[in-house]
C-alpha cells in the first residue's frame, strides 16, 4: 500500500521558514518522480514543485521560484520541501503527492497545514 505522509507545517510569520517533509513507503521510492500541491483556503489546486527520480532535476511555480527548495533523500524514502522568505499568500495545505505517467498525480498524502501570519 503506497503511504505518504506530511509533517513539518505550522504558522509561521511573514518572512520566515519552514522545512516540510514526506515520508514515502509501500513503493520503490527511487523509481517515482515526487511533487508537492497546495490548496489555499476556499482555492483550488495549485501544484507547486517537482523532483526527479534522481533528484538531479526539478521545477518550481512561478510563484515560488528562488524561495522554496524540493529535494529528496533516497537512503530515507523522504522528499522534502524547503520554503523560505515565505508569504501569507503561501498559506495553504501542503500534499506530497506521488508522479504518475508524464505529470500526472497517482497517490497523495493526508497534507500538512502551513499558516503564513503575523
Known amino acids: 500500500e503506497v503511504q505518504l505522509v506530511e509533517s513539518g507545517g505550522g504558522l509561521v510569520q511573514p518572512g520566515g521558514s519552514l522545512r516540510l517533509s514526506c515520508a514515502a513507503s509501500?513503493?520503490?521510492?527511487?523509481?517515482?518522480?515526487m511533487h508537492w500541491v497546495r490548496q489555499a483556503p476556499g482555492k483550488g489546486l495549485e501544484w507547486v514543485s517537482r523532483i526527479n527520480r534522481d533528484g538531479g532535476t526539478t521545477y518550481y511555480a512561478e510563484s515560488v521560484k528562488g524561495r522554496f527548495t524540493i529535494s529528496r533523500d533516497g537512503a530515507k524514502n523522504t522528499v522534502y520541501l524547503q520554503m523560505n522568505s515565505l508569504k501569507r499568500e503561501d498559506t495553504a495545505v501542503y500534499y506530497c503527492?506521488?508522479?504518475?505517467?508524464?505529470?500526472?498525480?497517482?497517490?497523495w498524502g493526508q497534507g500538512t497545514q502551513v499558516t503564513v501570519s503575523s
Open positions: 503527492v506521488r508522479n504518475g505517467g508524464m505529470w500526472s498525480f497517482d497517490s
Open positions: 509501500g513503493f520503490t521510492f527511487s523509481s517515482y518522480a
